[in-house]
């Protein structure tokens, strides 16, 4: 019997031993180093193979993902922050629903207590000018990015141009509409999704001139290394808006392509060429858009695309 626990107590001590040089990453029978295998789960010495019996916990999740999406829709600790909220979305919000946690519609009483509470939490979420600002800025970026069919990220991006101006108090004496959409303006640059301003101004609440001044104030602040328009990005937009053929827009492609090398883009609105070069590249392919058709898709006056057109067409004369 003495014989057995004294066995017993050699065989904790020795496991005590090896968890406590495993802790310290080395080997109590070499003292080599030890590896964690996260495959296998278990953790073995590099120099004598020996594999220790403690089985290290896994506290990272049982799922796995691939992709940034996937592990969104997977995670389980609540929705992801974004900066289009004031509060970038680590705040909750009263249901507009008027029933209980069984889906029982409230009683009238409970119900007028349900929208004061609505009430007060909606006057809380914005504690003073500050939060209110960027409530109604993001909202508007979010209004704007909608109509115009602008992706998530462009949005994003909005949002962190425009906290960026509010923390470095650019503002003052400036309009909040007219900031917002110079922010989502820039946002969409940057991600190589151009849109002309006249589409801006169409959804925005201020006028044209009143973006472009307030777009160069803000690159010019925040010192935003945006790179000039290629009339290249405008091409897939106003293609599909105009329903043409694939031949068509390689042909513009190519029309732009051989006026970019002979510089006569230089100085010209790059939506007038877009247009010009889809317009020419319908009547190369015998589909015969009208002006009238392409300008109204593109924001573009007639006269610029006729303009435009000529110049297209005969400096690729030439190069043929």
Not at 110 to 115: D, V
Not at 165 to 184: C, D, H, K, Y
Request: glycine fraction near 6%; aromatic fraction near 6%; charged fraction near 30%.
């Amino acid at each position: 019997m003495m014989a057995q626990e004294h066995t017993q107590e050699r065989s904790i001590d020795e496991r005590d031993r090896e968890v406590k040089s495993a802790n310290d990453n080395t080997c109590p029978e070499c003292q080599g180093h030890i590896t964690l295998n996260s495959d296998s789960g278990e953790a073995t010495c590099e120099s004598c193979g020996l594999v220790f019996e403690d089985d290290p916990i896994d506290h990272g999740p049982e799922w796995r993902a691939f992709t940034s999406d996937e592990r969104d829709e997977k995670s389980r600790v609540g929705a992801p922050t974004t900066q289009l909220m004031h509060d970038k979305g680590l705040s909750t919000t009263i249901g507009w629903q008027d029933k209980d946690a069984y889906g029982q519609a409230v009683s009238g009483r409970k119900r007028a207590q349900l929208q004061r509470l609505r009430t007060w939490d909606e006057r809380f979420r914005t504690k003073d000018a500050h939060e209110r600002n960027l409530k109604q800025a993001l909202g508007e970026i979010s209004r704007m990015a909608s109509a115009l069919g602008l992706p998530e990220s462009v949005r994003e991006t909005a949002g962190v141009l425009y906290r960026r101006a509010v923390e470095q108090n650019l503002l003052p004496g400036r309009s909040i509409e007219g900031m917002s959409t110079a922010s989502l303006y820039a946002a969409a640059r940057q991600h190589g999704m151009p849109r002309p301003l006249t589409e801006f101004a169409d959804v925005s609440r201020i006028e044209k001139i009143r973006i472009q001044r307030a777009y160069r104030y803000l690159s010019r602040e925040l010192g935003l290394e945006i790179e000039p328009e290629d009339p290249m990005q405008y091409i897939p937009q106003f293609a599909s808006s105009l329903d043409v053929s694939d031949e068509a827009e390689r042909r513009s492609r190519e029309l732009l392509e051989v006026a970019k090398d002979n510089a006569v883009h230089s100085g010209k609105s790059p939506a007038g060429l877009a247009a010009a070069a889809l317009y020419a590249a319908t009547h190369l392919t015998n589909e015969q858009l009208t002006q009238e058709t392409v300008s109204e898709v593109a924001h573009v006056s007639r006269v610029t695309i006729r303009n435009r057109y000529q110049e297209l067409l005969e400096v690729y004369a030439q190069h043929d």
